[in-house]
């Protein structure tokens, strides 16, 4: 439960069956570092995400999705920063 608002944390993020109450691009960012890692292409992936986190920033599943897809850039030398570097982008 958010304090100042009173909303419910946990159900404040978008379902993906109802896009109409979608954030703008939410969907299309998050569904394109989808792809990007199941291409091994993580640091598109890391934007992507980055991008979708912008739009909705109370979605802690991309997070989740972000943080792995820095830690798997990392280990494939696609990057050598920090998996935190990813949240400088926002």
Same mark, same amino acid.
């Given at each position: 439960m958010h304090m100042a608002t009173g909303t419910n944390i946990a159900t404040s993020a978008p379902d993906p069956g109802d896009k109409s109450r979608a954030p703008? *691009? $939410? $969907?299309? $960012?998050? !569904?394109? *570092? !989808? !792809?990007a890692v199941k291409k091994k292409n993580f640091e598109y992936a890391v934007q992507s995400y980055t991008d979708a986190l912008r739009t909705h920033p109370d979605e802690t599943e991309t997070y989740k999705k972000l943080y792995a897809a820095c830690r798997e850039r990392r280990a494939s030398g696609q990057s050598k920063g920090s998996p935190l570097d990813a949240l400088t982008y926002m």
């Open positions: 703008s *691009g $939410f $969907f299309k $960012f998050n !569904d394109r *570092g !989808d !792809d």
